[in-house]
């Protein structure tokens, strides 16, 4: 590692000091290594005394050395800069934009064009089917999608683009030597080797409710345009629509059942204004096509690993209701949604359709009520 590279990590690093600290040190004394060696008297006035003191200990040395063995020994991994000529022109335009992330994975990707995908974290299957459908066929337009390596609608997202040039970017909320949740380790190494995944955190850190509006921001921040695919009212998802939108960029939704809680955050969202969505070409249409065509990608990856974000509750019923989520359902779904024969599908809705809790629609299509 260059001495200038290390000494933007130092800064990094350095407790107290922060991404405001850090460029506004760079601003004053013109590059990261010169920042790094000036004298405390020099550096109070910009950080104050306390940040000053820690950086002048080398309070941050043995982060550094972790941080660079880190970087010497994982394939694809790299540190990106404010100032490095291939940082997103997109994120570096925003209030406070990050200024060193760590990356693992193609980097190359960060100069395509990009749309976010997010959304809930307990989504339901129509949730997660449509951010898988959504996810592919934008990311065969040639966007990159980039969500935030969550369970739910996040993950789904991820799975649905991986297969494509364009792939998919993680940013996440934790150091990125660590994948969360760890349901999504598998995901994570394969974004690791086909995709990008980005994080401004120190390596180690963990999953603090602090760190995820702020990874929120970069996902807003790197994106032409954020897709919210099912959300409720409190949904994190919505904080980075708003990201989105005070950044100047399109906010999209896709609009679900009245009965549906996890659709009302993206009914909000289309009565403020975002652009309600119902298919891929409302998307592009909004947003237009990428200029470019995404680079292939280095080796040919295996599709989504298996469903294991949709709720299960207990009970056959409670399972049959899961499985159709709140949007009009025909019966050879929900045979390969649970796993089922069509016999024993039509057995329980029926019971739950004496019960009251389900209803049948014209083309042999089911509806829950409840």
Known sequence: MDVERRAWLTLALTPGLGPVGLLKLIAAFGSANAAAGARRAQLAPHIGEAAAAAL??????AAVEAAEAWLAATPGAFLLTLLDADYPAELAETHGPPPLLFGRGRRELLGCAKLAVVGSRNATPQGLDNARV?????????YTIVSGLAAGIDAAAHEGALAAPASTIAV?????DRIYPARNRELGLKLAEAGLILSEFP?????????????????????????????????????????????????????GSIHNPLARGCHRLIKDGAKLVETVDDVLAE??????????PREAID??????DAPQPAGAGCALLAAMGYDPVDVDTLTDRLKLTAGEVYAMLLELELEGRVAGLPGGRFQRLS
């Open 56 to 61: 002048m200990a080398g309070e941050a040395n």
């Open 134 to 142: 959504f996810s592919r066929e934008l990311a065969k337009a040639g």
């Open 172 to 176: 996440v909320g934790t150091g990125i």
């Open 203 to 255: 390596l180690g850190a963990g999953a603090l409710a602090h760190h995820f509006p702020r990874r929120n921001r970069v996902i807003a921040g790197l994106a032409r345009g954020c897709l919210v695919v099912e959300a409720s009212v409190d949904s994190g998802s919505l904080i980075t629509a708003r990201l989105a939108a005070e950044n100047g960029r399109e906010v999209l939704a896709i609009p």
């Open 287 to 296: 947003v237009g096509r990428p200029a470019r065509s995404a680079p292939p």
């Open 303 to 308: 599709a989504a690993p298996a469903r294991k």
